[in-house]
């Protein structure tokens, strides 16, 4: 997400028309999400649906957009030229209408009456324009193709073929039908996604961000490797709330590369460190970044369902992250913080104990309350914004106007998601309407034959490859549309599936040659990206491994007999440090290559669900055993290494 701050706009030529003009859009698009959230909207006596509600919405953002984000991306530093004027109010004006109108011309989708074709194109164009200026050319070079694909995939012979479209009612469609842009993905954004994005702005106006990494930097900066273990930690938190992992590595990126830098490890694993940490933040409870909540509409389950199911493989992902980490400090000596630098927990405590408690509230209104999400999350910003007033954060208090200032960069930073998931709407659009759902299913599940294996491989690759270059949620709806209902139709769970495509399309970001988290890190700290891509890979191997395994067996999210749960979780925890401790050739000591490949097989003898296959726990049980004399082995060596300069 775009983050726009008063200090970024210090020294800017904007006249103040567009200042003020840009506030009120902001705010006014934070306001109308908030009302709908809070059903002011039906307590005013309104009655409208929910595409009236989405449809001017849209047209808030549209004139918001063109205003303030120029043709060549970024932020608008001068009054803006004549034709984003038109542009913005061109898209203003076709969406309110569809707005206005939506009762009369959403029936009338087979006859496409000229009105309301105008303004379904010029939301198509715009929509194109507006994913261009906030993510660049990949994601419109997809959603072109899939248009394309809807007018003329009717002449592809074979599974792929479509059903015929004529072009008017094509476009009639995306435009005014639930299925397409109107439909779940800005659905979701307009509701739950600008909720979380709120309370993530008053995090940062209140100091909440600062907080975190002083609560990180004052618990891990005293440990060996505290700078990397500093920035795993501080930027998991800040993902899980930013949802964005480019956006992650560039806010964070830019303290903990260096920190790690001066802490000793190389530009190559400094950097890898930070995007395979930004990355897992979409992958984190409880917020996961906007794709968990389009994926809880998609299954039509609750929000804290997504959140449970999640909980196990996120957790894995980072304790093989700080593992890694930990003994690649290790094995290069690689010390702690400066202490200098290190402050103390209770001051830290003292100065922002009341922080914890809105995620407290955030979690009680998910789980207990059983709110909607996005009624949880402005729950949550209420508790932060009366905590911050009353107490604030080193003695600075949340002002009105800050306040204020933190509606408008929640309104600003929502911009590129609402263009995302516009064109997810088209996506969306053109494989109910073409099948091309059904064809690639059934594509895929007869090239993979009846070997579930096979296929879910080809998902793995298919999902990676579709999501390189691509925004967090343009990944995930993506895929969700193509490659889950496959694995589906092979029998894994659809929550499963689901989350099996959200952690490869998530790995396309530090998976080479296009692995954007990992050479935005790379650029950062002068690194080689490719060289920081591969070290982002081992790092990050987990990733690769799990969901294949919750794929066979749903113990690792959540689904079984709780039994089956633990001892799954707790096997698969205590393996990550022997697998590590394989990957990375360092375990108390350095260790052998023949001792590397006995650690790496215990391990993942370990890591295997003792429900996957029948006789799975005495595997386990076998790994538990070779994993414990391997580590006796090592902890007699390591004591003996350390006796004889003792004697001497």
Same mark, same amino acid.
Request: charge should be negative.
């Given at each position: 997400m775009n983050d726009t701050t008063d200090a970024g706009h210090a020294h800017d030529a904007r006249p103040v028309w567009l200042i003020y003009a840009t506030s009120i859009l902001s705010v006014l698009l934070v306001s109308g999400a908030i009302a709908y959230a809070t059903n002011l909207y039906g307590q005013l006596g309104l009655v409208i649906y929910g595409e009236q509600f989405v449809a001017g919405m849209l047209a808030i953002a549209f004139l918001l957009l063109f205003l303030l984000i120029p043709a060549k991306g970024g932020r608008r530093v001068s009054a803006p030229p004549l034709?984003? !004027? $038109?542009?913005?109010?061109?898209?203003?004006?076709?969406?309110?209408?569809?707005?206005?109108?939506? @009762?009369?011309?959403? @029936?009338?989708?087979?006859?496409?009456? %000229?009105?309301?074709?105008?303004?379904?194109?010029?939301?198509? =164009?715009?929509s194109l324009e507006g994913i261009r200026r906030t993510t660049g050319w990949a994601l419109v070079i997809i959603v072109t193709s899939f248009i394309l694909y809807g007018l003329f995939g009717d002449n592809i012979p074979g599974a792929l073929q479509a059903r015929p479209s004529q072009a008017p009612q094509l476009a009639f469609y995306l435009g005014f039908d639930s299925n397409a842009i109107l439909g779940t993905p800005i659905m979701v954004a307009f509701t739950i996604v600008i909720a979380f994005v709120i309370f993530g702005a008053l995090l940062q106006a209140t100091g909440g961000s600062n907080f975190f990494t002083d609560l990180a930097l004052a618990l891990m900066g005293r440990y060996r490797g505290g700078s990397a273990k500093i920035a795993v930690v501080g930027s998991a /938190?800040? +993902?899980? !709330? #930013?949802?964005?992992?480019?956006?992650?590595? *560039?806010?964070?990126? $830019? *303290?903990? !590369?260096?920190?790690?830098?001066?802490?000793?490890? &190389?530009?190559?694993?400094?950097?890898?460190?930070?995007? =395979? %940490?930004?990355?897992?933040?979409?992958?984190? &409870? &409880? $917020?996961?970044?906007?794709a968990a909540f389009v994926m809880a509409e998609f299954l039509q389950v609750s929000y804290g369902a997504v959140m449970l199911a999640a909980l196990i493989p996120a957790v894995l992902y980072y304790a093989v992250l700080f593992i890694v980490s930990d003994l690649e400090a290790a094995r290069s000596g690689i010390t702690r913080v400066e202490e200098a630098l290190i402050p103390r927990a209770r001051n830290v405590m003292r100065a922002g104990w009341f922080f914890p408690i809105p995620f407290a509230v955030l979690i009680y209104a998910l789980f207990w309350l059983n709110l909607r999400a996005e009624e949880s999350a402005l729950w949550a910003s209420a508790s932060l914004i009366v905590l911050s007033m009353i107490f604030g954060y080193k003695g600075d208090r949340l002002t009105p106007y800050r306040l204020y200032q933190s509606l408008r960069q929640a309104g600003e930073g929502v911009l590129d998601i609402v263009m995302i998931c516009c064109g997810a709407g088209v996506v969306i659009g053109i494989l109910a309407i073409s099948g091309l759902g059904f064809g690639l299913t059934l594509t895929l599940v007869t090239i993979a034959g009846k070997s579930l294996i096979m296929l879910l491989l080809l998902c793995a690759i *298919? #999902? !990676?490859? /579709?999501?390189? +270059?691509?925004? @967090?949620?343009? $990944?995930y709806v993506l895929l969700a549309a193509l490659v889950a209902p496959a694995m589906v139709e092979a029998g894994v769970t659809p929550m499963a599936a689901h989350l099996f495509v959200l952690y490869f399309g998530m790995m396309s970001f530090i998976t080479p040659p296009v692995a954007v988290a990992a050479f935005a890190a790379a650029s950062i700290a002068k690194a080689d990206p490719f060289r920081t891509g591969f070290t982002s890979m081992r790092f990050g191997w987990i990733a690769y491994i799990v969901p294949f395994l919750f794929a066979y067996s749903p113990s690792l999210i959540m689904v079984g007999s709780w039994s089956h749960i633990l001892l799954d979780a707790s096997t698969a925890l205590a393996s990550i440090w022997i697998i590590s401790a394989g990957v990375v050739g360092y375990g108390l000591r350095p260790i052998s290559i023949p001792e590397r490949i006995a650690f790496a097989i215990a391990g993942f003898m370990m890591l295997i669900p003792s429900s996957l296959f029948a006789g799975a726990i005495w595997v386990v049980a076998t790994g538990v055993l070779a994993s414990t004399l391997l580590m006796g082995r090592e902890l007699t060596i390591w004591r003996k290494q350390r006796a004889i300069p003792a004697a001497a």
């Open positions: 034709y984003d !004027i $038109v542009l913005g109010l061109l898209g203003f004006g076709a969406a309110m209408y569809m707005a206005v109108y939506f @009762t009369d011309l959403g @029936t009338m989708m087979f006859f496409a009456p %000229a009105d309301g074709l105008i303004a379904s194109i010029l939301v198509i =164009v715009l /938190l800040f +993902g899980s !709330i #930013s949802g964005s992992a480019v956006a992650n590595v *560039v806010a964070t990126g $830019v *303290v903990t !590369i260096p920190m790690m830098r001066r802490g000793g490890y &190389p530009p190559h694993q400094a950097a890898a460190i930070e995007a =395979v %940490a930004s990355t897992g933040g979409s992958l984190m &409870p &409880p $917020v996961m970044g906007a *298919v #999902s !990676i490859i /579709l999501g390189m +270059g691509m925004p @967090t949620i343009g $990944v």
